[in-house]
T-cell receptor
């Protein structure tokens, strides 16, 4: 049973560019959440997608946007990259159908470096 | 707002020593509580969880008890191994949509 997968594993961009990160949830999961983890810090919630709609959003600017596809996979897009966007981006999946106490399972992350 | 506070690291221990990592939280209602572990260069792995007061989560020799009276969820292990060297994150989920809020993490270094 494949777990949560993310691509690419590493990415280098320059300021002002745009980036797209991808996530495939664990089999049977229908909800995808994205987190940003800066070096030496805990993950910060960006947003969550369920039924192809953004359901919750953390304190991130509109430069951060996302999408969920009918097969439950998801993309995170970041426009106008800033140096401060350099971080590990984590995708987590869960099953809302499993009930309100579902557990989130994390992928290995995409490490983004903005130069 | 909701928040999680955990003890600062690094925590350096010898193999077979007892490990405690303190975690306290602030939240309205009755959050679910989690411990995740992150090994170098990897994502987060769920270590254990507790969903209501007095629940004890346990896994791989680690334990944590949900203490509502002290708003705490301290992680313990009786005898650590070198392979337990990692960063440990305490987290809470306070709503049904599942947004997790994490502490800053505690690095644990176990030496032979």
């Amino acid at each position: 049973d494949a777990g949560v997968t993310q691509s690419p594993t590493h990415l280098i961009k320059t300021r002002g560019q745009q980036v797209t990160l991808r996530c495939s949830p664990k089999s049977g999961h229908d909800t995808v959440s994205w987190y940003q983890q800066a070096l030496g810090q805990g993950p910060q919630f960006i947003f969550q997608y369920y039924e192809e709609e953004e359901r919750q959003r953390g304190n991130f600017p509109d430069r951060f946007s996302g999408h969920q596809f009918p097969n439950y996979s998801s993309e995170l897009n970041v426009n106008a990259l800033l140096l401060g966007d350099s971080a590990l981006y984590l995708c987590a999946s869960s099953s809302r159908l499993a009930g309100g106490q579902e557990t989130q399972y994390f992928g290995p992350g995409t490490r983004l470096l903005v130069l | 707002g909701n928040s999680v506070t955990q003890m600062e690291g690094p925590v350096t221990l010898s193999e077979e020593a007892f490990l405690t990592i303190n975690c306290t939280y602030t939240a309205t209602g009755y959050p679910s509580l989690f411990w995740y572990v992150q090994y170098p260069g990897e994502g987060l792995q769920l270590l254990l969880k507790a969903t209501k007061a007095d629940d004890k989560g346990s896994n791989k020799g680690f334990e944590a008890t949900y203490r509502k009276e002290t708003t705490s969820f301290h992680l313990e292990k009786g005898s650590v191994q070198v392979s337990d060297s990692a960063v440990y994150f305490c987290a809470l989920r306070a709503d049904s949509w599942g947004k997790l809020q994490f502490g800053a993490g505690t690095q644990v270094v176990v030496t032979p």
